[in-house]
């Protein structure tokens, strides 16, 4: 098994789906395996701080650091440029699914506080 396979086993089938994963793939650098990426459907914030009622479709990716620990990332094309939409670093198998669970939410954060 490679990194990807285990780490969409960690995260589940069901927190695949409520994202609406799609396109899934191992993440590599310099020919190595390193994480997982796929693209999710999940509700931008607007100009004005907002969210919006129509999900996009964002690219995330889960990277398994050096301390054994994993980098999640989420970003889209907007217009010409990338944005990020969620960053963070150093999270540990039992909070993976959990941080990827509260990213489906339309509320005025970024990640569901309700989930954490």
Do not use: C
Not at 43 to 56: A, E
């Amino acid at each position: 098994m490679n990194v990807a396979d285990i780490t969409r086993q960690q995260i589940g089938a069901n927190i695949l789906m409520s994202l609406g994963a799609h396109e899934l793939g191992a993440l590599t650098k310099e020919g190595r395996a390193i994480g997982l990426t796929f693209k999710a459907r999940i509700l931008p914030f607007t100009k004005s701080g907002k969210r919006s009622p129509r999900p996009r479709i964002m690219r995330v990716t889960i990277e398994l650091n050096a301390l054994d620990y994993y980098d999640v990332r989420v970003i889209y094309a907007a217009r010409e440029e990338i944005a990020t939409h969620y960053e963070t670093q150093n999270i540990d198998v039992q909070q993976l699914p959990k941080i990827l669970f509260a990213l489906d939410y339309d509320g005025s954060e970024v990640l569901n506080s309700r989930v954490l």
